[in-house]
């Protein structure tokens, strides 16, 4: 059961006069891609990145090294390089980095690495300084009582400790670390604190379809305990199969899902955090310009 998006994003990805578009398109294909397990599907998205690697637009050709990496597929490693020359420092700088994960992904054995939580979203091409203290609270999965041999939430929770682990602005609380301590080593290194909490709030498998999906819901609470946002994502994952469903396969499309859900979250989350550091930025770059003026004045 491939994506019925993926036909129409690849169309838009070669035809689109909007640059924009194109960037979104690479971006959707690039996450269909890394959690079904349709290999027609998954086929049919490398074939169309890998054209739009000589795309003119060098937002899209940026976007184009980073899914591919995300995707793993040593298929990529030729275009990869090709973008590892372009002329945009930047271009070159995921290209490379695209090329070292599929490098070091083929290496460890290319088995269900992606579907087991290990991909990290291209996360690690930011170089931005350490400025959050994050760690992982309580997490609930009553709602997926039906899959309780599978442990949703130590899945989520331990998959969601390698991706904050991958985000070069933050350092990742120790677990079990009191809340004292918490604000405390914070303040020392002059770091924002804040815990992740949540739960798998729908997780279902349809067996004769060979479909699972999954929702998951994130609350970001400061060292005071206050709620910072709250976030919701949903994942899907599919295979095609005309075989009956098996626990191997039950596993990854479940866990699939829920890899899809939680790569939702911590986009939005790392967005935040960006957003966080530029706003921290201006202000000090504002204050420094106060500053100045008054001395000046005098």
Avoid: C
């Amino acid at each position: 059961m491939a994506d019925s998006r993926t036909e129409y994003l690849a169309e838009l990805l070669k035809n689109s006069g909007n640059f924009r578009s194109r960037v979104q398109a690479v971006k959707t294909l690039g996450q269909i891609a890394t959690t079904t397990t349709h290999v027609k599907e998954k086929s049919a998205i490398l074939k169309a990145l890998m054209a739009a690697a000589v795309d003119k637009n060098e937002s899209v050709r940026l976007m184009v090294a980073t899914a591919l990496g995300n995707i793993g597929d040593a298929k990529a490693l030729p275009t990869l390089k090709k973008l590892a020359k372009d002329k945009i420092s930047e271009v070159k700088k995921q290209a490379n980095a695209s090329i070292s994960k599929i490098e070091k992904k083929s290496a460890a054995g290319d088995d269900t690495a992606a579907l087991l939580g290990l991909d990290d979203e291209g996360m690690e091409a930011e170089d931005l300084p350490d400025t959050f203290y994050v760690g992982i609270g309580a997490w609930g999965d009553k709602k997926a009582k039906d899959f309780a041999d599978l442990e949703p939430k130590k899945y989520i929770k331990k998959t969601l400790k390698k991706k904050l682990g991958k985000m070069s602005a933050v350092v990742v609380q120790p677990d079990g670390e009191g809340a004292e301590s918490i604000k405390k080593k914070a303040k020392k290194k002059g770091l924002t604190a804040y815990t992740l909490t949540g739960s798998v709030s729908k997780l279902k498998l349809d067996e004769k379809k060979n479909q699972a999906s999954a929702k998951l819901q994130m609350v970001v609470l400061t060292s005071d305990g206050n709620m910072a946002m709250m976030l919701s994502a949903t994942g899907a994952a599919s295979v095609e199969s005309s075989g009956n469903m098996n626990a191997s396969r039950r596993k990854d499309l479940v866990y699939s899902a829920m890899l899809s859900a939680m790569n939702g979250l911590t986009e939005d989350l790392w967005n935040h955090f960006k957003k966080e550091i530029k706003t921290s930025k201006g202000k000090k770059k504002k204050k420094k310009k106060k500053k100045g003026g008054k001395k000046k004045g005098k």
